[in-house]
Each structure stands twice: as C-alpha cells, then as structure tokens.
C-alpha cells in the first residue's frame, strides 16, 4: 500500500483546509482510512477514521476536539480520503498523517503517508 496526503499549508485561526490522501496498490474501498496528527513534542493522536465499505457502509469517527469541526469522507472510484478542517484553531498546528488498514483488521493501522504540514496562526 502507497499512500500519498497532501493539502497542509499555513491558515490564520478560523479559516479552512482540506486534506487529501491518495492511495495506492491494493482495493481502496476494502480499506479503514484514518488521519492522525503529532503536533511538536506530543504524542501522535488519532483525527478521524472512515471504514472501508465492503460488507456494509462505510462509517465515520472523530477524536473529540475534532467534532463538528472536521469531516473525513472517501472518493472510492478515486482512491482518496479526505479530511475537511473548518475554523481552524492553532492548537491543530501539526502534521497530518493519512493511514490505512485492511477492513477485516483492528488495532493499529500498518501503512501511513508521509504526512503534510498544518500550521494555524493566531
């Protein structure tokens, strides 16, 4: 699996940025999709998640600070997964990770991207 994310850039507080992260080398849709973070000296933390489709429809997960702020959905026919921040705060300062896992797997995700940069100013 290759995963390519891309989208981060530099945004002042309140304003917008949308992720995206391609995937490569196996069935897109038969794939859990998240996106983590890790902002300067923390721990990597979970963003959100959206299960892969096979056997049912694909659902959506949010860490807390996240809800109603971010939206995570999935293109299958382009093998992409996105993540729409909204009001941006700059404690979401971080590198954004894209990951995946195989649907009938749980735990960790094996394959990650190389992450994209997100800095919020104040």
């Known amino acids: 699996v290759q995963l390519q994310a891309f989208g981060g850039g530099l945004v002042q507080a309140g304003g917008s940025l949308r992720l995206s992260c391609v995937m490569s080398?196996?069935?897109?849709?038969?794939?859990?999709m998240g996106w983590f973070r890790q902002a300067p000296g923390r721990e990597r933390e979970f963003v959100a998640a959206?299960?892969?489709?096979?056997?049912?429809?694909?659902?959506?997960y949010y860490a807390d600070s996240v809800k109603g702020r971010f939206t995570i959905s999935r293109d299958n026919a382009k093998n992409t997964v996105y993540l729409q921040m909204n009001n941006l705060k700059p404690e979401d300062t971080a590198v954004y990770y894209c990951?995946?896992?195989?649907?009938?797997?749980?735990?960790?995700?094996?394959?990650w991207g190389q992450g994209t940069q997100v800095t919020v100013s104040s």
């Open positions: 990951a995946a896992r195989n649907e009938r797997s749980i735990g960790s995700y094996p394959d």
């Open positions: 080398g196996r069935t897109f849709s038969s794939y859990d």
């Open positions: 959206s299960t892969g489709s096979t056997w049912s429809a694909s659902s959506t």
